[in-house]
Nanobody, 114 residues
Framework: QVQFVESGGGLVQPGGSLRLSCVGSGANVSNYVMAWYRQAPGKQRDMVARIFRTGGHTDYATPVKGRFTISRDAAKNTVYLQMNDLKNEDTALYYC???????WGQGTQVTVSS
């Protein structure tokens, strides 16, 4: 069964940084377009970043562009989301998934607050 397990969330002050990790279980993250999503209370789940299979091409949602970086370590079968200059509005439950999959993991909570 293909699963992606997220970790690395926490409580951070505005302007701080966090790095989220997403480990593939039963799946090689290099074989998929991988994406990070987030869902704030009362809002829909939105994609914030994705990384393509070949060439490492990435793209980002406008609210996080220039602050977040998605990357992949094939040897560790892990996708990362480096989040810098965090803002209160980045507070959400963050998920990773292969593009188009409807099987969601538990996510990891990111709370930005002073």
């Amino acid at each position: 069964q293909v699963q992606f397990v997220e970790s690395g969330g926490g409580l951070v002050q505005p302007g701080g940084s966090l790095r989220l990790s997403c480990v593939g279980s039963g799946a090689n993250v290099s074989n998929y377009v991988m994406a990070w999503y987030r869902q704030a209370p009362g809002k829909q789940r939105d994609m914030v970043a994705r990384i393509f299979r070949t060439g490492g091409h990435t793209d980002y949602a406008t609210p996080v562009k220039g602050r977040f970086t998605i990357s992949r370590d094939a040897a560790k079968n892990t996708v990362y989301l480096q989040m810098n200059d965090l803002k209160n509005e980045d507070t959400a439950l963050y998920y990773c998934n292969s593009l188009g999959s409807v099987n969601w993991g538990q996510g990891t909570q990111v709370t930005v607050s002073s």
